[in-house]
């Protein structure tokens, strides 16, 4: 019976994206699904009513909704949304939005999570910040993304950060950390990853708790419960923890991978099926996240989604391994990223304008509407929500940096320079050379080459000085 619930619940989200699609009138700020299921009773024991309501205009009175939803470790690769993996996940809930929205095939963020998530936050590349690798704090002294909003529309959002957040350590508040960075409402993880799936720290406003339930199922719940205590406006960043390790064989009901075993040396020995069931379990309980949405406030929310950085070694596809997560090769920072819902009229397009994770602030406080189109490093690309243009940046910039590592990266429309501790720089054409297989630096370079490398390094100069 539970099976038969969520495949109902992603049967309807999927029929409300097809029918809201056809009956679009392709140049109104119509919801991107106007036919939505009912919300989600909570009782998985019975099958939900699966009538469709009638269709439901925005109200443009009134800001949006914002939805931010991050997945951890999911690069191109593991995205049907991308011709990069041949091995795909079952993911009917981000396919919709996909086909409901906008594809972005340029979009960067950091090879690995924290800087991603202090980039989101603030606006500002690690650089500035000091966040370049996982377990570096982010200072209390900086700006985050929600006290900007509410300093600049105040009274307006309620907020909550729901999931991973790791960027909190004993030097700037501990568990409390979101809190003091202006989260209003924080319920997560707090300072690390999750190292069981299935038996996990609860951080809810600074108070910890033991929780036994599955991670990304409980992310969901948390997430479902604050929304419907809102009256107002709301901006939700939901951060799941998953595909992220320790790779894991999810609740049987959540995928159809009824084949695996939870084995431990299964798991070591194949670890790919178990990444890709972990992401449909994510993509199954997405979809029950927005299948309990009332049909206004589907109608009335912006949904962005991406990737925070690469997909791991262990389960990377198309790229060599060292081009995975923690590298500055473009299976480490290139991400899947998706917009859709309210303000999205670009139905079912594709956009190759570069954009950076480092943006989402600036995007998120337009949407806000605080007439902001650029804040530090960051640059709004609202606009090409609705219209196809050039999009805000001609450079974008990803960087790591530990005790080990010194690593950066630049590109423009066409080419990327690399710049790694104690390597020769390398200079790649991403139009001819999308895996990164032909340094062109190797032999050496013609006069034309000379020039782009030349711009590229003056531009990293300028960011990086």
């Not at 500002?124 to 910040?129: A, D, P, Q, S, V």
């Not at 309980?285 to 962005?304: D, M, P, Y």
Request: with cysteine; aromatic share 8%.
């Amino acid at each position: 019976m539970l099976r038969r619930y969520f495949n109902l619940i992603s049967l309807v989200f999927m029929l409300g994206v097809l029918i809201g699609c056809s009956s679009g009138d392709g140049g109104s700020t119509t919801s991107a699904d106007d036919t939505d299921p009912p919300p989600d009773s909570g009782d998985t024991g019975t099958d939900p009513d699966v009538s469709d309501p009638p269709p439901v205009d925005p109200d443009l009175s009134r800001p949006p909704n914002i939805l931010l939803i991050i997945a951890d470790d999911l690069g191109l690769d593991a995205s049907s949304s991308y011709a990069v993996g041949t091995e795909l996940p079952a993911t009917p809930t981000l396919d919709a939005l996909a086909a409901d929205g906008l594809v972005f095939d340029n979009a960067w963020v950091n090879p690995v999570c924290s800087p991603t998530r202090a980039t989101i936050l603030t606006g500002r590349y690690g650089i500035r910040t000091g966040v370049l690798w996982p377990g570096d704090e982010i200072s209390l002294a900086e700006t985050s993304l929600q006290s900007f909003i509410d300093t600049n529309v105040p009274n307006t959002y309620d907020q909550a950060v729901i999931g991973k957040w790791h960027l909190a350590g004993p030097s700037n508040g501990g568990n409390d950390n979101p809190n003091l960075m202006g989260v209003a409402h924080f319920a997560g993880v707090g300072e690390r990853q999750v190292s069981d799936y299935f038996n996990w720290t609860l951080v809810e406003n600074g108070l910890a708790s033991n929780n036994q339930d599955y991670a990304t199922t409980a992310f969901v719940d948390l997430t479902i419960d604050w929304i419907a205590d809102q009256q107002g406006p709301w901006f939700a960043w939901l951060a799941f923890s998953a595909p992220h390790t320790p790779f894991h064989l999810p609740p049987l009901e959540l995928h159809d991978r009824d084949t695996l075993s939870a084995d431990q040396a299964a798991i070591d020995a194949d670890p790919l099926p178990y990444y890709l069931a972990m992401i449909e379990a994510m993509d199954q309980e997405l979809g029950r996240l927005l299948a309990s949405f009332s049909a206004e406030t589907r109608a009335n929310t912006v949904i962005i989604y991406l990737g925070d950085n690469g997909t791991p070694r262990q389960v990377i596809q198309g790229h060599v391994l060292g081009h995975a997560k923690g590298s500055v090769y473009e299976g480490g920072i290139a991400v899947p990223l998706i917009v859709s819902g309210r303000g999205v009229t670009r139905i079912g397009e594709r956009e190759s304008a570069l954009v950076s994770g480092v943006d989402l602030f600036a995007t998120i406080a337009t949407l806000a509407g605080t007439d902001t189109e650029e804040s530090y490093d960051s640059k709004s690309f609202v606009e090409l929500f609705s219209t196809a243009a050039a999009g805000p940046r001609e450079y974008a910039y990803a960087e790591a940096r530990d005790d080990t590592t010194d690593d950066w990266a630049i590109r423009n429309d066409r080419y990327k320079l690399i710049q790694r501790l104690s390597v020769e720089p390398e200079l790649y054409d991403l139009e001819a050379d999308p895996f990164e297989q032909d340094n062109l630096l190797v032999n050496g370079i013609d006069a034309s080459e000379s020039i782009i490398l030349a711009e590229l390094q003056a531009q990293a100069d300028l960011i990086r000085q």
